[in-house]
């Protein structure tokens, strides 16, 4: 398993549109995706678990990636969040 | 010949097509083959989602990319692993039927949503509600009634019409409208006003006296409709269509023109209108801005409220789109008949003299009208916004809401936000009440704008949707007439603007007598607006003190009906 923190920058945090960003990709892998915030797992292929994470503009998460293609699936996890998510 | 209430005027004349919304009745059946089941689901899925991206590719060419995005976001929660997961689960493990599982399942999620603080979040609660309601159509076999696909020349029938079924008409397919519910200011009526689509509504017991396919005549002026009738009526409607047609392009020869009376009085003609997109409309007809900007639509049809920012950009809008134009918009008047679910209302026993309106919002100030008058304040830095208040009763409601104001002002300053300082906050004058002390009124607010039909059904102490005694409800009653005399003329004297933005305003009956009062401006649907140009250049408002006067000296509706009648042809 790898993983990496990093913060949400894009303004209106992981609200439906960015979520569907995150989640179209997501399930491009075949690795598990989750990531951590505060004390819950959420599963990033699901525009549902993300969305009801709540998470917000600043907020910091964990990624976790566990499969054949986790190193590919952690990068474009992390390069998609810093690019703001399409917004 | 079936009679009803004409709503909007015009001949159409086509074939009926019955919009029946059916109930959904989801039972939690017990299922033993459940992998079956489960596969039953699966099929169910993927039909809604090819009906899904069918809905988004036709949105994105007839309406536009963002209305799509709507329905791409549905797919996207269509296709979520945990939603599709957790019914699954629940199908196998509870052994009960998909309908069941779905209805549980996405209840559960919207209740989620609607529970979150977040209000963004809050409005994913519909869409949850919307998917249920389409895999469960797929399932149970129920075709959605897709009414903005109709054939050419369609009848549209129905029991009523929510506004949101309304918002999907075609006018290019659509000939006319039918409804055995509403009334002349039902949201369906102004919505068909709005469209220019003839309608009846009102029509009892119509969807037992005709079905699919029959032929269908209505004038909307007259409020008759027939079914499947002779050749000779079919082809005296076909001529009657005619004549109003070109009628209509007669009017169009006022667009352009200013409205002054033979006598060189200037008069404010401008449109009443419910969302942002309406100010098309208005532009259209030639409006020299909006009377009356109803803003409980943009709170109507969700579950949750308007944020501060999307109010602001619905504003702003209409304020930019009509540049310079004066735009009055009515704060939110809720309650009465017009309900909103997630607003946590009450039922009251007498709704209409109860909590609504700014009696509702003056006691909501944190979460309701101060989001709303801020929104309301950022955007008349964009145009020239006007605030009305509506539902006065007393000076007091009027001074507690110009407090506020003043105070989301200074906040404003303070955040270096910028807003039209010399807005302008009036009054809608439509309670007997405020009628009685428009003297008093007019000393502090800067504008009236007189709400017939409420005016008129609270003078007369009627319903005006009760059948029984709604032959009380009109605004040629003596009354009625006193009482808006009464406000046009402590408005003249004070030397504020008096408008009208009820029905009254556009019928030719009433204004020759709104002139003669010393009426400024009249706020009608915009597509009577060209109409309402020609009456008024027409009349000198000295010639009509005769005429004012004879009709005030009647003792009854009827003889100022029949006087008026005659006197306007």
């Keep these: ?87 | 010949m079936y009679k009803g209430t004409s709503a909007s005027s015009g001949i159409g004349i086509g074939s009926a097509v019955i919009v029946e919304e059916a109930e959904l009745v989801i039972k939690r059946e017990a299922v033993t083959d459940t992998a079956a089941e489960v596969e039953r689901f699966k099929g169910a899925l993927d039909q809604t989602m090819k009906d899904t991206e069918v809905l988004a590719a036709d949105l994105a060419t007839r309406v536009g990319e963002k209305e799509a995005e709507i329905m791409q976001g549905h797919m996207m929660l269509l296709m979520d692993p945990m939603l599709t997961g957790e019914i699954e689960n629940s199908i196998t493990g509870e052994a009960i039927c998909s309908e069941y599982a779905v209805e549980q399942v996405c209840q559960n999620y919207a209740m989620v949503f609607a529970s979150m603080d977040d209000e963004l979040m809050q409005q994913r609660a519909t869409d949850m509600l919307d998917i249920k309601t389409r895999m469960q159509k797929v399932l149970l076999g129920v075709a959605s009634v897709d009414i903005s696909a109709l054939p050419a020349g369609s009848i549209l029938v129905a029991k009523d019409l929510t506004p949101s079924m309304t918002a999907g008409i075609n006018p290019a397919n659509v000939a006319g409208i039918v409804t055995e519910l509403g009334g002349k200011t039902s949201h369906s009526a102004i919505l068909a006003r709005a469209l220019e689509i003839s309608a009846v509504v009102a029509v009892s017991d119509f969807l037992t006296k005709v079905k699919n396919g029959d032929t269908v005549v209505l004038d909307g002026s007259e409020g008759v409709v027939y079914v499947n009738p002779e050749q000779s009526v079919k082809e005296e409607y076909e001529s009657k269509r005619e004549k109003f047609l070109k009628e209509k392009k007669e009017l169009e020869q006022y667009i352009g023109k200013p409205t002054v009376t033979k006598d060189g009085v200037h008069i404010e003609l401008v449109a009443n209108i419910g969302k942002p997109e309406d100010v098309e409309k208005v532009l259209q007809y030639d409006g020299e801005g909006v009377g009356l900007f109803r803003t409980e639509f943009l709170f109507m049809d969700r579950t949750s409220m308007p944020t501060e920012e999307e109010q602001f950009e619905a504003y702003k809008k209409v304020a930019e789109v009509l540049a310079g134009k004066p735009v009055i918009i009515r704060t939110l008047d809720i309650g009465g008949d017009k309900e909103i679910p997630y607003m946590g209302l009450q039922k009251d026993e007498n709704p209409f003299l109860g909590y609504r309106a700014i009696r509702f919002c003056l006691d909501r100030k944190d979460d309701v009208y101060k989001p709303q008058l801020r929104a309301l304040l950022r955007a008349s830095a964009f145009g020239n916004i006007k605030i009305m208040i509506p539902l006065v009763t007393c000076i007091d409601e009027y001074r507690e809401a110009k407090a506020l104001i003043e105070e989301l002002k200074a906040e404003l300053d303070q955040a270096g936000i910028a807003y039209n300082k010399e807005i302008q906050v009036g009054v809608m004058v439509e309670t007997a009440a405020a009628s009685l002390i428009a003297d008093i009124f007019a000393k502090e607010v800067d504008f009236f704008s007189i709400g017939t039909n409420d005016l008129t059904q609270y003078t007369m102490s009627v319903d005006r949707g009760n059948d029984k005694v709604s032959y009380l409800y009109s605004t040629f009653n003596p009354a009625v007439l006193r009482s808006i005399k009464r406000i046009i003329t402590c408005a003249r004297e004070a030397g504020i603007m008096v408008g009208m933005c009820g029905e009254a305003a556009s019928d030719p009956m009433m204004i020759p007598l709104l002139l003669a009062f010393g009426l400024n401006e009249f706020s009608m649907s915009a597509s009577a607006i060209l109409r309402a140009r020609k009456l008024i250049t027409g009349y000198s408002t000295e010639e009509l003190q005769a005429v004012a006067d004879k009709a005030m000296s009647f003792a009854t509706t009827k003889e100022v009906e029949d006087y008026m009648k005659t006197f306007a042809g």
């Design chain 1, 1 to 87: 398993m790898v993983s990496q923190k990093i913060t949400v920058k894009n303004v209106s945090g992981l609200h439906l549109r960015p979520t569907g960003i995150l989640c179209n990709e997501a399930i491009k892998y075949k690795s598990t995706i989750k990531f951590k915030f505060g004390s819950s797992l959420t599963n990033a292929k699901s525009v549902l678990s993300v969305l009801g994470a709540c998470v917000k503009s600043g907020d910091e998460i964990e990624f976790e990636c566990e499969g054949p293609d986790e190193d590919e699936a952690l990068k474009a996890m992390i390069r998609l969040v810093e690019s703001g998510l399409g917004e």
